[in-house]
């Protein structure tokens, strides 16, 4: 059964401001927002936003080692199955973790496991529906800063709004607006994890990872400055291979939502975590896997969060994903 959670109420928001975005392809990004969300009320696939924007998240999406293996065989269509694509194009705009970078540029970090994607499969992922991939991970950086940023310019290229990246610090940092109707909407993304090997410059290109107390900051001051958005936080972190969150974590989920965020849709520990409604807003501690090369059966149980978003309010439901083959389908469908 689908499990429904009901998120905070919200006043409508009758002065919709511009989206805008960091120096870095900037233009291209709003360019990208305003086509998939736009003055015009479209949405990417075609769809009118209306009175309801929809929006999914899938969890962490990786395109090497085992699902390589079987693109190589079979091909990147056969990773979306039907029922995916049937969620998908129920929605206006679909977030999925990146769990690599796609890139040409080799140059691996000296860590235990190093991923990398052919950008080449990336406007396949775009032509099944989904609009924005977070790189706020833990692997995005699998071959140094110059294939980050040109991860960041493929998945433009591609169609696709990249998250969580940027220049610098401050522009990984930075809100990324995903709709301004039927309200404003932003988008938050950071990763809560230490880098192998990798040195915290804040001012050279890198993933977000600025502090929590930062973080709950900028949340509060987007929450001042649009006091009628919907925010939504988008986190890796957490231990891999556990089921339940630590108290840090929920002490930080809901310090961000005191803070002024609506949404928090967390992934890295390939498992399917509890959600909590705290306060009126809604904590996916874990969303798991979407496409991976998941064999342990607690790796192979997920959901996607799927949040319908009107003028006056939000309803927010999750989506039970079973993923086999290295691919998602949805359950009870």
Same mark, same amino acid.
């Given at each position: ?46 769809? &009118? *936003?209306?009175?309801?924007? =929809?929006?999914?998240? /899938?969890?962490? $999406?990786?395109?090497? %080692?085992?699902?390589? #293996? ?104 930075? &809100? *990324?607006?995903?709709?301004? =109707?039927?309200?404003? /909407?932003?988008? $938050?993304?950071?990763? %809560?994890?230490?880098? #192998? ?137």
């Amino acid at each position: 059964m689908r499990r429904y959670i009901m998120a905070r109420d919200a006043k409508p928001n009758n002065a919709p401001s511009l989206c805008t975005r960091g120096r870095f392809g900037g233009w291209l990004v709003l360019l990208l927002s305003l086509l998939s969300v736009g003055q015009g009320g479209v949405a990417a696939q075609g769809v &009118p *936003v209306g009175d309801t924007l =929809r929006i999914t998240f /899938v969890g962490d $999406l990786l395109l090497d %080692r085992g699902v390589r #293996e079987r693109i190589d065989s079979l091909g990147v269509d056969t990773l979306f199955s039907a029922s995916v694509d049937s969620l998908f194009g129920e929605s206006q705009l679909v977030v999925a973790n990146l769990e690599c970078p796609a890139t040409h540029v080799q140059a691996p970090m000296m860590k235990m496991y190093v991923f990398r994607a052919d950008p080449e499969h990336l406007p396949v992922l775009r032509r099944h529906g989904i609009t924005h991939l977070v790189l706020a991970n833990n692997h995005s950086i699998d071959h140094g800063r110059r294939g980050l940023m040109d991860t960041y310019r493929n998945i433009v290229e591609a169609g696709m709004v990249p998250v969580g990246a940027g220049e610098n610090m401050l522009e990984a940092a930075e &809100p *990324v607006c995903l709709a301004t =109707r039927p309200r404003e /909407v932003w988008l $938050l993304s950071s990763l %809560r994890l230490a880098l #192998e090997h990798y040195a915290y410059l804040p001012e050279r290109p890198c993933v977000s990872q600025e502090p929590m107390d930062s973080l709950v900051a900028r949340v509060a001051a987007l929450r001042r400055r649009s006091p009628d958005a919907y925010i939504i936080v988008s986190l890796h972190w957490g231990g891999e291979n556990t089921m339940s969150p630590i108290l840090q974590q929920v002490v930080d989920a809901h310090r961000l939502v005191e803070a002024g965020t609506d949404l928090i849709v967390g992934h890295h520990s390939h498992t399917l975590q509890r959600v909590e409604n705290y306060k009126g807003a809604t904590i996916f501690y874990s969303i798991g896997n979407f496409i991976f090369d998941a064999h342990r059966p607690i790796h192979q149980k997920a959901c996607a969060a799927v949040v319908d978003i009107t003028a006056g309010g939000a309803e927010v439901r999750s989506v039970p994903l079973a993923i086999g083959d290295c691919t998602p389908v949805v359950e009870n469908r």
